[in-house]
């Protein structure tokens, strides 16, 4: 079994300042895990993944996250936050190649100027 | 990456109607995923179609409520049946692009089903 929680439903940051979306996860075999960005009335796009390699993965837009297994997190970042960052991001877990995703609940990101 | 269209891109139905909602992939692909997002509210998934066989079920969903096809390796239809208001969701179908070695999925953009 699987699940994913990402603390913090909403977050807002002012431009320019760090973005930090928290993310944790269970699972019973080791995990492949992904963020993905929803923009209003769109569909999900894939910002990075997490399958075994690196454990500092960097994806689009200057986001990057790092997988620690001892804390069972796997955080999404971003040094400098842009307005165009306002989104819905998602995170989620695979057990295995071909398993279903388990998402977060979601984190709404507001961007201030 | 895989691109996923989705039609049609939104409805609004009766209640009590039903409606096939089609997700078509531009590569042939080996599992394909039906998910539903509820207003506000994340992902959930529905069921997983592969070609030649029949649909796989999460919990709390069923056949009857949401037939599945999956004739080929680029198409499946999703059909919500005898809906209602609790039905009003985007749904989103998603592949996993297996032919890169990848693990990841790839979504279509979601039809946004409102039901009166």
């Known amino acids: 079994a699987q699940s994913v929680t990402q603390l913090g439903s909403h977050v807002s940051v002012s431009e320019g300042a760090l973005v930090l979306l928290r993310c944790n996860y269970s699972?019973?075999?080791?995990?492949?895990l992904f963020w993905y960005v929803q923009y209003p009335n769109q569909g999900l796009q894939l910002l990075l993944k997490y399958t075994s390699a690196a454990t500092l993965v960097k994806g689009i837009n200057g986001f990057e996250a790092e997988f620690k297994k001892s804390e069972t997190s796997f955080h999404l970042t971003k040094p400098s936050a842009h307005m165009s960052d306002a989104a819905e991001y998602f995170c989620?877990?695979?057990?295995?190649?071909?398993?279903?995703?388990?998402f977060g609940g979601g984190t709404r990101l507001m961007v201030k100027p | 990456s895989a691109v996923i269209s989705q039609k049609p891109s939104r409805d609004i139905c009766q209640r009590g109607t039903s409606l096939t909602i089609q997700c078509q992939v531009d590569?042939?692909?080996?599992?394909m995923f039906w998910y539903r997002q509820q207003p506000g509210q994340s992902l959930t998934l529905i069921a997983t179609a592969n070609q030649g066989s029949e649909a796989t079920y999460e919990s709390g969903f069923v056949i009857d409520k949401f037939p599945i096809s999956r004739p080929n390796l680029t198409f499946s239809t999703l059909t919500v049946s005898n809906m209602s208001p609790e039905d009003s969701s985007i749904y989103l179908c998603?592949?996993?692009?297996?032919?890169?070695?990848?693990?990841?999925?790839?979504f279509g953009p979601g039809t946004r089903l409102t039901v009166t």
């Open positions: 699972s019973s075999v080791p995990p492949y």
């Open positions: 998603s592949v996993e692009d297996r032919a890169r070695g990848s693990y990841e999925q790839y």
């Open positions: 989620a877990v695979s057990g295995n190649a071909g398993n279903m995703l388990t």
């Open positions: 590569s042939q692909v080996t599992m």
